[in-house]
């Protein structure tokens, strides 16, 4: 009856519950089991002779479905992890609360899991699901996953795909399905949410009206999941390499508040905003061209207009211009802690990329020799280029440190002569240096 009612006023369409799923045949499929790992095969061959039911699983699937290469091959079976952990030497079972088991083969590692069931989840006040670490059936297993086209079960012996919830279909479709009923499913996993809005970029997808219109009002449950859960999956999103579109949608749903709530205060901002896309693009086109991107880096834009803009306006108020800077840079960190949890270490890079930009104010002397010494200089200096490119400082100053650091002596010297040329007078500068407390002291900075 809801249901009915349901479908009628939001046009809502619940994957259907079947006991029975459809078993697809490679004629239909097309995924021939050389396109899937030679170790996860194995794996499932080991498991099945001793009679346990196992699968390739989620998103392994979906990719060679969709045509993307996928990242790594999960197992699911029906064998506990001690079953597992006993037939495979080199394993070894991880996680407590929800045990897996990594089978180590080479360089690469399967993950196996148990088949889960998730009606007898332990869930907290406002439904969140804490323990769903409860064994399951096949049927079960598929039941608890998060959205259709992740409850692909693949069987590389026969190559037949198991498909409970029309996984196949809505890929085809190009459509993001939530199993169940999403308002339920979201609430028992806020970051469902964030996960629907990152594979329906990734994926080219269209998330289904019924499981994107209670995103808006339910993004405020991101705020009971644990600040560190919200980091790994933010880290995801932005590492994807569609973090443009991931951000762009996330805005679009509402979802940025919970995350990343500086966003929001940029909004509107010209130069803000255009750095932060800056930052996003580079990123998107690097991970494509499966170049190395560091979290801090990325971190460190998102966060750049908002330090940039407190420690302008601690100058104005009189603070000088390096205790006005590590104090913005406290603050903001501090409040994105509330909420993401940035790790210790990610966030100890953050501040010496940020505490190196006022050091690209001293063309003068010994100091910019210093400064294309510094081990972070290049990732400092690609920051300084964000910031040139996004109109915050001219891009001059960014050329001229380019130039500087992969220039011969002489040049170098011609370098910092057209600077003090150009108007800073370079006698005062030097003068200045012998005061041990002025000699850090950079120029106040432009915003951004
Ligand atoms: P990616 O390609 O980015 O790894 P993925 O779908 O494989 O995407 P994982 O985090 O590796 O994402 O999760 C593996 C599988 O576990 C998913 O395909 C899905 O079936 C299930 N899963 C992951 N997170 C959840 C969740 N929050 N709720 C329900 N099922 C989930
Ligand atoms: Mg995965």
Redesign the pocket.
């Known amino acids: 009856m809801i249901r009915k009612l349901l479908r009628k006023v939001f046009n809502y369409r619940a994957a259907p519950v079947s006991t029975e799923p459809a078993r697809i045949p490679v004629s239909q499929h097309g995924i021939r089991r050389d396109r899937v790992s030679p170790k996860a095969i194995k794996v499932c061959a080991t498991l099945q002779d001793r009679g346990y039911q196992a699968y390739i699983v989620?998103?392994a699937i979906?990719?060679l479905l969709i045509g993307h290469p996928p990242?790594d091959f999960?197992v699911a079976t029906s064998a506990t992890p001690e079953e597992v952990r006993a037939l495979f030497r080199r394993s070894r079972i991880i996680g407590r609360r929800f045990k897996i088991v990594h089978v180590v083969h080479g360089l690469e590692t399967i993950e196996v899991s148990t088949f889960r069931a998730a009606h007898t989840a332990e869930t907290d006040w406002h439904g969140r699901v804490l323990d769903d670490n409860s064994y399951g059936t096949l049927a079960e297993d598929a039941i608890?996953?998060?959205f259709t086209v992740?409850?692909l079960y693949y069987d590389p012996l026969t190559e037949t795909i198991v498909d409970y919830h029309h996984g196949v279909a809505d890929l085809q479709q190009k459509t993001l399905r939530v199993i169940g009923e999403p308002r339920a499913r979201y609430r028992e996993?806020p970051?469902?949410m964030l996960?629907a809005v990152r594979?329906a970029a990734k994926l080219g997808l269209i998330i289904d009206p019924a499981a994107r219109t209670p995103i808006r009002d339910m993004a405020i449950l991101l705020e009971n999941v644990p600040a560190a859960r919200l980091f790994d999956e933010t880290l995801?999103l932005l590492m994807s390499g569609n973090a443009v579109r991931c951000i762009g949608q996330l805005r679009e749903e509402g979802l940025h508040h919970g995350l990343l709530p500086l966003l929001d205060i940029v909004l509107g901002q010209p130069v803000a905003e255009r750095f932060i896309w800056l930052a996003l693009e580079n990123t998107d086109a690097r991970v494509r061209a499966d170049k190395s991107v560091s979290p801090s880096f990325l971190f460190a834009a998102l966060l750049w207009p908002e330090v940039s803009r407190k420690w302008k306006e601690r100058q104005a108020a009189g603070e000088s211009p390096y205790p006005a800077l590590f104090d913005s840079m406290d603050e903001v960190l501090a409040a994105q802690a509330q909420r993401l949890a940035i790790t210790r270490r990610i966030a100890g890079d953050i501040k010496e990329l940020w505490g190196l930009q006022p050091r690209f104010d001293k063309r003068v002397g010994r100091a910019p020799y210093r400064l294309i010494e510094h081990p972070k200089f290049r990732a400092a200096w690609d920051f300084l280029s964000l910031r040139a490119q996004a109109g915050g400082i001219p891009e001059e100053i960014a050329t001229w440190w380019n130039r500087f650091a992969h220039s011969k002596q002489s040049e170098r010297e011609e370098l910092l002569r057209s600077v003090s040329e150009n108007g800073v007078p370079t006698r005062k500068r030097r003068r200045s240096r012998r005061k041990p407390d002025s000699a850090n002291t950079p120029e106040p900075l432009p915003a951004s």
Request: charged share 65%; net charge positive.
């Open positions: 989620g998103g979906r990719d990242k999960d608890r996953r998060d992740n409850a996993d970051v469902r996960r594979l995801k």
